[in-house]
């Protein structure tokens, strides 16, 4: 699996399906300027939801991918989300494969805010929670 590179001794089947779905995800639509991130997260019926960012003209109106694989697997009745990865399909004038990288701090706090107990898997790091990754999260 490119994206999981040295990952792999670290993740469990389950995880590697993960990456992989969120792999397919952007590679089966990439487009460039459009649709360069996917993400999947699995909820707690182990249920797979996978997507793509929606890049936009105005900046301000782009989604990332993992708010829309968040979006879809809550739209399904999922009430906790166990993972989440996100991948980058390099540009057109990059080498390398899909790769697994981190979630941006956006994505992080919505994360926390509807999966407080969600691990995400990072590069070269495995699964870590999600909360480690906001040392002071946000708070109303």
Do not use: K, W
Request: aromatic content about 4%; some cysteine; proline content about 6%.
């Amino acid at each position: 699996m490119a994206a999981e590179g040295a990952l792999a001794h670290l993740l469990s089947a389950a995880d590697r399906a993960l990456v992989e779905a969120a792999v397919e995800a952007v590679r089966s639509r990439y487009r460039y300027g459009r649709h360069t991130v996917g993400a999947a997260v699995r909820g707690a019926t182990g249920r797979i939801y996978a997507a793509v960012n929606l890049d936009a003209t105005v900046g301000r109106a782009a989604v990332c991918a993992e708010a829309v694989a968040l979006g879809a697997a809550i739209m399904a009745g999922e009430s906790t989300i166990e993972a989440v990865v996100a991948v980058r399909h390099p540009r057109p004038d990059e080498q390398g494969p899909i790769a697994v990288v981190s979630p941006c701090g956006l994505c992080r706090e919505l994360l926390f805010d509807h999966a407080p107990g969600c691990q995400v898997i990072l590069p070269g790091r495995g699964r870590v929670p999600i909360g480690s990754l906001l040392p002071a999260p946000y708070r109303r």
